[in-house]
């Protein structure tokens, strides 16, 4: 019996949930994560987003999150409107609001599918799984 394609499976269940892109890349982390990542701290280019100074070592490897992780799973999904939102014309008098900041908050639009895919991967392959929509960013 032919050994089954993991990727494939798991690419056919986040494209289920509605996931646009699946992709897959070793979790390790890429040559000079660390130093770059100090370097962006350090020039303050990341802004008021005070939070990523915040455990900023464990930011540069995903193995100092978790040291057995062997496979990222990298998924992408267009939350916005499907259509009408962009042609709409916005009055001189009024402003323009982003059609990404006129619907549900991304965050609580994918982490249910993500929790699903996590129980079906961790279900079906006995695999563990860890869940995260950008509140764990590493490089």
Known sequence: MPKPDLRAEIRA???????????????????????????????????????????????????????????????????GPRAGYHDAPVADDRAAISVYAQGDDYHDVMKPKLKRLASFIAETYGAGVKVFVDTAPVM
């Open 13 to 79: 269940r986040a494209l289920m949930e509605g996931f646009d892109v699946v992709r897959f890349t070793p979790a390790n982390a890429a040559a000079h994560a660390g130093e770059n990542l100090q370097a962006f701290l350090s020039q303050e280019r990341h802004g008021n987003m005070d939070w990523m100074l915040k455990n900023a070592d464990r930011r540069a490897d995903p193995k100092t999150l978790w040291p057995d992780a062997k496979t990222a799973i990298v998924l992408g999904m267009n939350y």
